[in-house]
């Protein structure tokens, strides 16, 4: 069975909102600066596949951090912008 996926919010700086596809502790979206680059983030960092908890758009270099549910192993709640470029 594979996991399950659900919609979460992405939150800009500006009080903008977008939407991500999360699956568990894994989040993606594309930054609403236009780049149609898929950004991959997670909420509990994996030294496994290098996935980070904060993630930075290539083309307008916004930063983001996927947020847990929870404890620090929780599926991903919520992608909040950090900083922008």
């Known amino acids: 069975m594979s996991p399950k996926r659900t919609q979460i ?41 290098n996935t980070p908890t904060q993630v930075e758009c290539p083309a307008c270099h916004r930063q983001f951090r996927v947020a847990p549910i929870g404890g620090t192993q929780s599926d991903a709640m919520e992608v909040s912008e950090i900083a922008t470029g």
């Open 9 to 49: 919010e992405v939150v800009y700086l500006d009080g903008s909102r977008g939407k991500a596809i999360a699956t568990g502790t894994n989040a993606a979206w594309v930054c609403n600066c236009g780049n149609e680059q898929l950004l991959l983030g997670r909420a509990a960092p994996d030294t496994a596949t």
